[in-house]
């Protein structure tokens, strides 16, 4: 399996980081990706991408939580860091209405950018939306953001909002602990979506499955996700790891 969007670089990590990847590494976690937050999270994810050769591989974005005043400056050094290093996407990028709208007309301009470089640099994009779909359909509709393949990460849509994005683009949906969670009801959404294009992830430290609901998340738990996509689809768990690592190897390419 592959944690297609993992945060264990935060300081949530820094005490035990050695054990949380080998208990991923035991749970058959054979590779995670490291999406960058903003200026001040790159050093830790360089360096936890550079503590585990091999399994690790790291996106670059300004995250839409930290598009502020000064994001322009911002998306300046970010896509210097982009051009200079290493990296299998851009993210994770896009719009969060649920903090704050005051950025919202200068996160749309970020997101807009930051999918220009990913198309100039034929990358992937990792797409954080929250409490802003509306407005993410709208932006894509618009004519102000080209065309990009990519992935909405931490989807918790309808089956009507993945048939709505299937009609702008060429997505793949992240899905993660929420899956497990009984008043989710994602259930018509992830058959919607469909086993070819599912991905796995667990946002840790964030959003944890059920039983570890509320207590910090980490990459060995993305087992209970496949298991309840597996549930869901009517198929096995290995149908389901086969699949979404092929999925994750088709957009973010093999390592």
């Not at 999918?115 to 993410?136: K, N, Q, S």
């Not at 899905?175 to 294009?197: C, P, Q, S």
């Not at 991905?199 to 996700?225: C, F, H, I, Q």
Request: aromatic share 10%; with cysteine; net charge negative.
């Amino acid at each position: 399996m592959i944690d297609t969007h993992t945060h264990i670089y935060l300081e949530e990590f820094d005490d035990d980081r050695d054990e949380v990847v080998r208990r991923a590494r035991e749970a058959g976690v054979e590779r995670v990706i490291l999406p960058n937050v903003d200026l001040t999270t790159v050093e830790a994810m360089q360096a936890t991408h550079d503590r585990y050769p091999g399994y690790c591989r790291m996106a670059m974005g300004l995250h839409p939580t930290s598009v502020e005043a000064d994001y322009r400056e911002q998306l300046d050094r970010t896509h210097a860091l982009l051009l200079a290093g290493n990296y299998c996407a851009v993210g994770e990028i896009g719009l969060d209405l649920y903090w704050d709208k005051s950025f919202a007309r200068e996160q749309e301009e970020a997101f807009a950018v930051q999918t220009g470089w990913a198309v100039e640099l034929d990358l992937p994009v990792i797409i954080h939306c929250r409490e802003a779909f509306a407005e993410m359909v709208s932006l894509l509709q618009s004519g102000r953001v080209p065309s990009f393949r990519g992935v909405f990460h931490s989807f918790t849509g309808s089956a009507d909002e993945v048939r709505t994005l299937r009609a702008s683009g060429d997505y793949y949906f992240g899905i993660n602990g929420i899956v497990t969670f009984k008043n989710a009801h994602l259930e018509e959404m992830v058959r919607e979506v469909g086993i070819d294009r599912l991905l796995l992830e667990t946002d840790a430290p964030y959003l944890a499955p059920v039983p570890y609901r509320g207590k910090r998340n980490e990459p060995s738990y993305l087992p209970r996700m496949a298991q309840r996509i597996a549930d869901i689809l009517g198929v096995t768990v290995a149908e389901v790891e086969a699949a979404t690592t092929a999925n994750a190897f088709r957009l973010f390419g093999e390592w």
